[in-house]
């Protein structure tokens, strides 16, 4: 019967607020999923496509020795290694106004034939001349110059000299200049010998031919490489094996999208939970409609596929306003993603498959969820439809408590009772509501973790500048001028070497990325009498014996290795070194790599000559301008008493560096909660129509015996606040429990740790004030509107 479609348009049609709010329910769903998949997908290629086409080193074999070309044709007879070529890898200094910042150089025998870690080629010189070099593209705002400059340089135990910046590259595996404050260049081993460094080629990059991602088989390939490098008379300092084929920050990427699909396919569901309330709602008030058409011939499956048809329309509008925008919104995603991790987008076009798995569950999910109470209502029978007067016998159950309460007004009463009328959708409703509130609060204190966890970078490092000397240890003298510059509080000397874990291997095998960041490990001793750290000791115990070879972990450090308890024997080898250290207690650092604690003393036994002096240096005014004046100060008087400065980290540096790398992800983060929480006002709202469409001819009875218009309007806002009310503390209840799961997941990924969880009461002042405000306007249309009802009106309405 056509008459069945001209009755879903016209209950469509009939109230236009309630459909564009259906409509915009299931948009915002499948806009979240949308714009989430879109970025993902792009990113995920481009991420694999930007890394993977700079051809990354399979292993990199570190020797003491310069390596001379004979030696990199002979690796290359070897079996299984498709490419081999030198390299090396320099800690050096820039010059950026009157600040010395960190500068990576990245010296490369052959610009022309580079066959591993290319960068891409952008503009100026292809191959830089002797006396410049190429700079990654990101590290032109740290230099604050531009192609054409110079920049003055500084390498270790050499004097600083002008180094033209005659071209631009990209270099995808390396984290923005900005997020590290570090500059990246690249030049020829004259240009290198020019700055006064006698220095050759360290480092042997090979590229295997077989299987590819499996790390065991590259670490056996490399290994087998260095013992013949061994036997040939070169000293091998380490093996570096990165995880194969992944950008250093895949894994962190993959899961936190990963949380952000399932997010936004609960704000679908939520938007077709309310749905679903709607159509509930419209069958009880055409109850005696169904009773009329299943009485002339209509059987349940025609009721079905007719309410069915009035959820694809609403289904099928939504998409229509969520999938072009979702794309919009997603090429602003992926392109934030891209500046945060320094890829190139060089492919935008978003999968086919995107939009229809939009499609998909922007009509599956929906009518899945209204399915339910579709194909209930649809099986009631014609008697009792027909015999249908609106209220059932559960609705007219009154929970007679709610009407003892002496001190409140006879709206507030009435207000409250008619909350608990129909305790299906006040639970839906609350469900919305909770949901909303919950991931609002959530994103609040997960944010607020996150800054008060990036604080912890100061509670725990007590000194504000870092700096590594080139030179074994100061002389007293000029510790004794660092200590008397105003404002400096405290100095001291630290000692630090790379580390690993020793293996059945000849070798050290370690999973650090060429950019001697990521994946690194490092044996740091400090005098016990520290007073410039404050470890936050999470088992075990903090070294107490200077002479005895204890050793406290890092959590980077425990993840390094197989599990490792208190009293355990582990060995380390550093620079070749290898000794053997009782586990005495574990940390958790903020903002540290891979660290093994060792006292000063026990380390100076091992005699490594390589170590790399730290003077670690207190201010009184730990604040960014005072350290940022004294840092100056302090690196001119290093200058004045030639020490050789090989660089220096002030530690504000490092808590930028690291406030950075989530921002974009803590925002969307909050972007996904703001969309959760609309969904849960307009469910508000549309129970609220719902409600006062139910009770007209109750309101006409109010007016007949005397209420007024305010009276009712008072009513019905109270009932809104009421329902608002009461679900604040089941969202409150749930955020505890989505913060932790969260602050779990954000704090593994950035620091190895979880996130505290941090109670935000701002965050619940802040819902509690949206709540409030969206329950007045959700509830002032139809105040509004049930206020102007004439008994008339009222009395008459069916």
Request: charged letters at 20%.
């Amino acid at each position: 019967m056509k008459t069945r479609y001209t009755k879903v348009i016209r209950d469509l049609t009939s109230d236009y607020s309630r459909s564009i709010m259906l409509v915009l329910a299931i948009a915002l769903g499948v806009f979240g999923i949308g714009t989430i998949l879109s970025g993902y997908s792009v990113i995920k290629r481009e991420m694999n496509s930007n890394y993977m086409g700079t051809v990354p080193a399979s292993a990199t074999i570190e020797l003491e020795d310069s390596i001379p070309k004979g030696l990199v044709e002979s690796v290359l007879q070897f079996p299984s290694i498709e490419a081999a070529e030198r390299h090396a890898t320099i800690s050096a200094r820039m010059k950026v106004g009157d600040k010395w910042y960190p500068l990576l150089l990245f010296v490369v025998d052959d610009f022309k034939n580079k066959k591993t870690n290319k960068p891409s080629h952008l503009s100026g010189e292809v191959v830089p001349a002797t006396g410049s070099m190429l700079v990654e593209r990101t590290a032109f705002s740290i230099m604050q110059a531009k192609e054409g400059d110079e920049l003055l340089v500084k390498i270790p135990n050499s004097v600083a000299r002008s180094i033209k910046l005659s071209g631009t590259v990209h270099d995808p595996s390396l984290a923005p200049a900005y997020q590290e404050q570090t500059g990246y260049g690249y030049m020829t081993l004259s240009t290198l010998h020019q700055l006064d460094s006698t220095k050759g080629f360290d480092q042997l990059r090979l590229l295997v031919s077989e299987k590819k991602h499996s790390r065991e088989h590259i670490t056996a390939k490399a290994q087998e490489v260095a013992a013949l490098l061994s036997k040939s008379g070169y000293t091998v300092h380490e093996i570096q094996v990165p995880p194969p084929g992944k950008h250093p920050h895949q894994g962190q990427v993959t899961t936190i999208m990963s949380v952000f699909i399932i997010f936004s396919f609960l704000v679908l569901a939520l938007g077709s939970i309310l749905v679903a309330t709607s159509i509930a709602t419209l069958m009880v008030k055409q109850t005696r409609q169904i009773g009329v058409m299943k009485t002339i011939g209509a059987r349940s499956i025609h009721i079905i596929k007719m309410y069915g048809l009035m959820v694809l329309i609403l289904c099928v509008a939504a998409l229509f306003i969520a999938i072009p925008l979702s794309r919009v919104a997603g090429a602003v995603f992926y392109q934030q993603i891209a500046a945060l991790l320094n890829l190139e987008i060089t492919n935008s076009k978003i999968p086919f498959w995107v939009a229809m798995l939009q499609v998909a569950s922007g009509i599956i999910v929906p009518l899945l969820v209204t399915a339910i109470p579709v194909i209930r209502g649809s099986r009631i029978s014609v008697r009792k439809a027909i015999d249908n007067i609106g209220v059932s016998d559960q609705a007219q159950q009154r929970p007679s408590s709610l009407a003892q309460f002496s001190f409140a007004s006879g709206t507030f009463k009435l207000s409250l009772r008619n909350v608990f009328r129909q305790r299906s959708r006040l639970t839906m409703t609350l469900s919305l509501l909770a949901a909303g509130g919950a991931m609002f609060m959530t994103a609040l204190n997960v944010s607020d973790a996150w800054d008060k966890n990036l604080e912890r970078i100061y509670e725990q490092r007590l000194y504000d500048l870092e700096v590594k000397l080139n030179t074994r240890l100061p002389s007293q003298d000029a510790l004794d001028k660092v200590q008397a510059i105003a404002g400096v509080t405290s100095t001291e000397t630290w000692l630090q070497s790379p580390t690993a874990f020793k293996t059945n291997s000849a070798f050290d095998v370690t999973q650090t990325y060429p950019d001697k960041g990521h994946g690194s490990f490092s044996l740091l001793a400090l005098p016990l009498s520290t007073r410039l750290l404050k470890p936050t000791v999470i088992k075990g115990r903090w070294l107490n014996d200077p002479a005895a070879n204890e050793v406290v972990l890092n959590q980077l450090a425990t993840s390094k290795a197989k599990k490792i308890e208190l009293g355990d024997k582990i060995f380390l080898s550093a620079e070749g070194i290898q000794s053997e250290w009782k586990v005495v207690g574990f940390t958790e650092d903020v903002g540290s790599p891979a660290t093994a604690y060792v006292s000063l003393e026990a380390f100076s036994k091992l005699q490594i000559k390589e170590a790399t002096t730290l003077l670690r240096i207190a201010y009184a005014d730990r604040s960014r301008s005072n350290a940022y004046t004294l840092n100056k100060e302090v690196e001119n008087l290093l200058e004045r008493e030639n020490i050789s400065v090989k660089g220096t980290v002030p530690v504000w540096l490092l808590y930028n560096a690291i406030a950075g790398h989530m921002k974009v992800l803590v925002n969307s983060l909050m972007s996904l909660a703001v969309l959760m929480a609309l969904v849960g006002i307009m469910g508000l709202m549309s129970t609220m129509s719902m409600n006062l469409l139910e009770r007209t001819r109750e309101i006409g009875v109010m007016r007949a015996i005397g209420a007024t218009p305010s009276k009712i309007k008072n009513m019905v806002v109270w009932e809104g606040w009421l329902i608002g009310f009461f679900s604040i503390f089941i969202a409150f209840a749930l955020s505890l429990l989505l913060s932790t799961f969260l602050g779990r997941l954000i704090g593994s990924m950035a620091f190895g740790t979880p996130l505290s969880l941090d109670v935000s009461w701002m965050a619940f002042v802040w819902w509690l004030t949206l709540v409030a405000g969206g329950a007045y306007v959700a509830t002032l249309y139809p105040a509004k509107r049930a206020s102007k009802i004439t008994t008339r009106e009222a009395l008459a309405y069916e």
